[in-house]
């Protein structure tokens, strides 16, 4: 016999929108995003917390979604890749820094770096190599060698402080 | 990847998590940070039948110096604690320790008191309690008690905590003003569990002698590990290189470490003192300059 599992109403802000949903307690937040809300720009990797593609942002801050779950989210505001860019025709100064530095190839880990760099560019709009380094490390990449999506984010940085 | 099948309850005190803990005893598991237990889950290494999720309760999240001890609730975040002046100020061995946890994105979720409670053998601040003399202090069916490190990890993953009692703080006893401090590790990447790592911590007179010197270990058996032998050599002496030595030496004879894929038993003592030498010469240098960083 399957052990008991529990259902949970839950009501979540996602990119500024309120979905209320019934999931099944060991529903973790990255398949929710992915199979319930339809936003697949949150990617899985690892699944077990290493890799940084399911990074998403929870009430701002960076966390990974495979080590959550969903109804842990109830009440709580959830940011995703799908909620940087600010309209159809505009992208993020961090997605277009990405862009024009070539910080991305096969651009699976993506959407985890911009997550994790938009938070991280909020707390210190003017980093060094090094503290850009220590704030990407719980992201990996494979195809790029890291060395291009570190002039991203210097490029961010930049964009970023003369937008305000 | 999918967890197993459980039951989950969010109690909205830590009266209520208890009974939970009570009712359910040995199926149940308390989810904190989240960051050990949930890829234990998605890997299925752990299936609880149960799973009491304490962050749904107030008034657990302190993070405070109270009668000579930082406090930190079992919601206390690790990344709260890493920015916390208090805390670098007052214990900045936590503070350093705490940047070889994981990453940003595991540190906003995970918890110091979790972390300790987990009782992973490789964990770093396990070895911070050890090295502060601290304790933890537990919520049961009976009441509270304190338990301190000593009487709290048994071995690898396990503790002498009962199945129906909840971590509620870990207590830090706060080091003496001047302590110099220092932790570091070896690993295979930055991010991962230590393979090795060392927490040193020394005080020193005006001619520079060593008056206290602390030594934990994490990585290195089933609990972290005061040499207390080599903490005893230490006492009036100067770091020349050959007391160095004989502390490393006296802190390989104190360990016992196991071979596996990362790393060999040998490689493992090898790291342990040389850590051993390197965090004594920065804690003590720290201590020169007051305990300033």
């Known amino acids: ?164 | 990847m999918k967890p197993p099948r459980f039951r989950y309850f969010a109690p909205a005190s830590v009266d209520e998590a208890v009974a939970l803990l009570a009712t359910h005893a040995d199926t149940a598991k308390v989810l904190a940070g989240g960051q050990s237990l949930v890829p234990m889950l998605n890997m299925r290494l752990a299936r609880p039948e149960v799973i009491v999720d304490i962050n749904r309760i107030d008034g657990l999240s302190h993070l405070e110096v109270r009668d000579g001890e930082l406090v930190v609730g079992a919601l206390a975040r690790q990344r709260a604690v890493e920015k916390s002046p208090e805390v670098a100020a007052r214990v900045p061995v936590l503070r350093e320790a705490i940047g070889y946890v994981g990453h940003v994105q595991i540190r906003n979720r995970g918890t110091v008191t979790g972390s300790i409670v987990h009782a992973d053998p490789s964990a770093e601040l396990p070895a911070v309690l050890a090295l502060l003399d601290g304790s933890v202090r537990v919520q049961g069916p009976a009441g509270t008690r304190d338990v301190p490190w000593q009487e709290l990890f048994l071995t690898y993953f396990t503790t002498t905590l009962g199945p129906d009692e909840l971590a509620i703080e870990a207590r830090f006893p706060l080091p003496p003003a001047g302590a110099g401090w220092s932790f570091l590790e070896v690993a295979r990447r930055h991010g991962d569990f230590a393979l090795v790592g060392v927490a040193a911590q020394v005080t020193v007179d005006e001619a520079g002698r060593i008056q206290e010197a602390r030594l934990a270990l994490t990585g290195v058996g089933g609990t972290p590990v005061r040499p207390e032998r080599a903490e005893a050599l230490l006492a009036g002496q100067t770091l020349e290189d050959d007391v160095l030595a004989a502390a490393a030496e006296a802190v390989r004879e104190a360990i016992e470490p196991e071979s596996d894929i990362h790393a060999s038993a040998d490689y493992r003592r090898h790291v342990a003192g040389v850590l051993t030498g390197r965090a004594l010469r920065a804690a003590r240098e720290r201590a020169r300059r007051g305990g300033e960083a």
């Open chain 1, 1 to 164: 016999m399957l052990p008991e599992t529990s259902r949970h109403r839950i009501r979540v802000t996602v990119n500024g929108q309120v979905y209320e949903r019934e999931v099944e307690a060991r529903l973790l937040l990255s398949d929710f995003l992915r199979y319930e809300l339809g936003l697949t720009g949150t990617h899985l990797g690892c699944e077990h917390g290493v890799c940084g593609a399911c990074t998403v942002q929870l009430d701002g801050e960076p966390v990974r979604s495979c080590l959550m779950f969903a109804v842990q989210a109830d009440g709580r505001e959830v940011r995703t890749v799908e909620g940087l860019a600010p309209d159809e025709e505009r992208l993020h100064p961090v997605q277009e820094a990405f862009w024009e530095a070539h910080g991305l190839q096969c651009g699976f880990c993506t959407p985890g770096f911009l997550m994790t760099v938009e938070a991280f560019l909020r707390e210190n709009p003017d980093p060094t190599d090094d503290e850009i380094r220590d704030a990407i490390a719980g992201n990996l990449c494979r195809c790029t060698g890291y060395v291009n999506i570190i002039k991203a984010v210097r490029l961010a940085a930049e964009k970023l402080r003369a937008g305000r």
